[in-house]
T-cell receptor
Framework: GQQVMQIPQYQHVQEGEDFTTYCNSS?????IQWYKQRPGGHPVFLIQ?????EVKKQKRLTFQFGEAKKNSSLHITATQTTDVGTYFC??????????????FGKGTLLTVNP | KAGVTQTPRYLIKTRGQQVTLSCSPI?????VSWYQQTPGQGLQFLFE???????NKGNFPGRFSGRQFSNSRSEMNVSTLELGDSALYLC?????????????FGPGTRLTVT
């Protein structure tokens, strides 16, 4: 079945440093979503990318969807302590007709040293 | 607008028992999905309900079941609990089913099986 891999699994940075997490799918994705989960919290939707090569920005966060729609990245510029959490990518996997499920990567845990 | 609510928030059960978890979606949202989150396996899709019908199902044994009511509220049931069922169970709602709709997660139910 479809696999969604994320690297790195963990990333520790000093406040002010940049951070990037990568997401790779074994199959072409129609779209990809990114979520953030703070420690002790629940996943919160960040953004969705749909088009090949799409780039979207949210303040210090930059999201990219690869040309082949099999990979994506999230880059945070000048990290802050509020960026701490686990970042997940998620892509749909179809199993025929309208039968699908959203497959999440294992996530990248970001910790920030103030 | 109130967010997704889940009850109970914490639960301790013994092996062999059964448990029922409840989820109330955001008002107006008609699709409800359930996920199991564990440190080892990450976020795994259990099933999705829409219009009181199960639309999609993940790769979990038949001990895991669910249902949705006419007001879109959903319940999931786990029978004959095993130690490995200890996890955070998350419910997520979206307007309608579909891979392009962002999901709003509830705070989760932390289930511990002893």
């Amino acid at each position: 079945g479809q696999q969604v891999m994320q690297i790195p699994q963990y990333q520790h940075v000093q406040e002010g440093e940049d951070f990037t997490t990568y997401c790779n799918s074994s199959t072409t994705l129609s779209n990809i979503q990114w979520y953030k989960q703070r420690p002790g919290g629940h996943p919160v939707f960040l953004i969705q990318l749909v088009k090949s090569g799409e780039v979207k920005k949210q303040k210090r966060l930059t999201f990219q969807f690869g040309e082949a729609k099999k990979n994506s990245s999230l880059h945070i510029t000048a990290t802050q302590t509020t960026d701490v959490g686990t970042y997940f990518c998620a892509g749909p996997s179809f199993r025929g007709g309208s039968n699908y499920k959203l497959t999440f990567g294992k996530g990248t845990l970001l910790t920030v040293n103030p | 607008k109130a967010g997704v609510t889940q009850t109970p928030r914490y639960l301790i059960k013994t092996r062999g028992q059964q448990v029922t978890l409840s989820c109330s979606p955001i008002s107006g949202h008609r699709s409800v999905s359930w996920y199991q989150q564990t440190p080892g396996q990450g976020l795994q899709f259990l099933f999705e309900y829409f219009s009181e019908t199960q639309r999609n199902k993940g790769n979990f044994p038949g001990r895991f079941s669910g249902r949705q009511f006419s007001n879109s509220r959903s319940e999931m049931n786990v029978s004959t609990l095993e130690l490995g069922d200890s996890a955070l169970y998350l419910c997520a709602s979206s307007l309608v089913p579909g891979t392009t709709y962002e999901q709003y997660f509830g705070p989760g139910t932390r289930l511990t099986v002893t």
